[in-house]
């Protein structure tokens, strides 16, 4: 009788969704098994918390005064600002990127990484402000891409592109990788060198002579 109830024990256990018998309650003076959450393994998202991205940018020391003051809506209400949002830094929430780009040409001028403290608070800490900059997160590292000038170089046509990958590691972004492209101009300017085709014209037929053909005369 005392193996029947005991296998009874057993089966109400087992079926309570494969959690054991911890969905009934502890059993008498046995440890109660305590579990923590952990944090989110690299290359998962964690809870986005959206943030305001301008409040972030003009209440930040480290935006420089020259991208602050510039910050201002292009229509309307709409400000030149990108955000994306991602772990990279393995936080509780996710990091947040912005990019912070000119009305006048849409060229990114500067790129901020802010990571939530456990307080609510973001802290910056990643921040490239030169011409042409973009950041974006890629499987959980940081990839900045910076379009490269030369002195002739017109703002839509650079002469090639640094792309550099960070991760994250004791506290701060580390370079991990660094890509130099060079870009062709062996196809540049060519739809100005090409000639410019005329329309085609219809031979014109002569007009009939009354005199008479001329022997020996083409």
């Known amino acids: 009788m005392a193996g029947l109830v005991a296998f009874g024990l057993f089966g109400v256990g087992c079926s309570s969704g494969g959690t054991g018998t911890r969905d009934e309650g502890p059993a008498g003076s046995q440890p109660v098994a305590q579990i923590t959450q952990q944090p989110s393994p690299s290359g998962t998202t964690p809870p986005v918390r959206r943030v305001d991205a ?54 990114s001028v500067g790129t901020y990484v802010y990571r939530a403290d456990d307080d609510g608070s973001y802290k910056n800490v990643f921040a490239a402000e030169v011409p042409a900059v973009y950041g974006t997160i890629d499987r959980g590292d940081l990839v900045v891409t910076t379009q490269v000038y030369g002195s002739k170089d017109p703002l839509a046509s650079p002469s090639g592109s640094e792309v550099v990958t960070y991760r994250w590691a004791s506290d701060r972004f580390t370079e991990h990788d660094r890509v130099h492209n060079d870009f062709s101009r062996a196809v540049e300017g060519t739809d100005g060198d090409l000639p410019v085709q005329s329309e085609p014209v219809e031979p014109v037929e002569p007009e009939p002579s009354d005199e008479p053909a001329q022997p020996g005369r083409d």
Do not use: Q
């Open 54 to 107: 301008v409040r972030l940018l003009k209440s930040d020391p480290k935006v420089g005064e020259r991208v602050r003051e510039g910050l201002k809506p292009c229509a309307g209400k709409a400000y030149p600002i990108d955000t994306s949002y991602g772990s990279m830094t393995g936080g509780r929430t996710a990091d947040v990127v912005v990019n912070v780009m000119s009305c006048a040409d849409s060229v």
